[in-house]
């Protein structure tokens, strides 16, 4: 059985895609606008969190506080999620009776539904529907192809970054010796999730001394989160895994 057939083929909304396409629209006519925004576990990644704290003006530390909490997946590492307000239905903080406040700088989890994404073996790209009882999109007549929506919803460069990220949490690789692990869980909980602690610590410590990174990456990774972010991974492969993304100065 193939990864795509097991996940559609255990209960619940997952189902395989017949073809490369879908019918699907949402918008505030469709009668269940804005009721998949509660009661959600909605994970968020590094480039969903440099995105909201940037949209709300918000250093990451101050983000962390508001809007996440602790999420445990089954993987090793630290994880967060988004926060749910109070209330009945624990609506997301972001929704309002008009939609998403955030929404062009909404997660990617909410930006690729209904779609679920996954990769097969090799490596290989896969999509499957996230059909759920409440949601009435399905039966809006507009049609789309999978790579049609992925553009249409801005998707590219989310894919991106969370790719790279998730090749840190899925290399199934050693953290070493049980008195290093602790540390190097911080390390990536920093790089992951507060950037701006993480450029504090790159510009206010011998980081710099360490590492041979050329003026130009530095002064981006100052300057800019995103540069800072793609610094992060590759140091996150080094620290973690040994793997030869950076070049430490000879001593």
Known sequence: MSVLDAITSANGPFQALSGKSFRFACHPD??????????????????????????????????????????LDQDRFPRLKLKMT?????????????????????????????????????????????REDHCRGFEQPRTWEIEEWLADQDLIEYNKYNDRWMEIITAGK????????????????????????????????????RFIIDSETADLARADDLALLDLGFSWLKFALYGEKTLVPKES
């Open 86 to 130: 109070g209330g009945t239905r624990r609506p997301c903080p972001f929704v309002t009776t008009a939609g998403c406040s955030v929404y062009q700088d909404r997660p990617g989890a909410c930006r690729i539904y209904p779609l679920g994404r996954g990769s097969a073996a090799g490596g290989r790209e896969m999509f499957f529907l996230v």
């Open 174 to 209: 050693s953290l070493g010796p049980e008195p290093h692990r602790l540390k190097k869980l911080q390390m990536f909980g920093m790089v992951s999730y507060n950037l701006d602690r993480f450029r504090d610590f790159v510009f206010g410590s011998g980081f710099l001394g």
């Open 30 to 71: 469709v009668p269940c606008f804005n009721q998949c925004c509660a009661d959600l576990t909605l994970a968020l990644t590094p480039y969903d969190v440099v995105k909201l704290k940037n949209r709300l003006g918000l250093r990451s530390d101050r983000f962390i506080e508001l809007f996440t909490e602790p999420h």
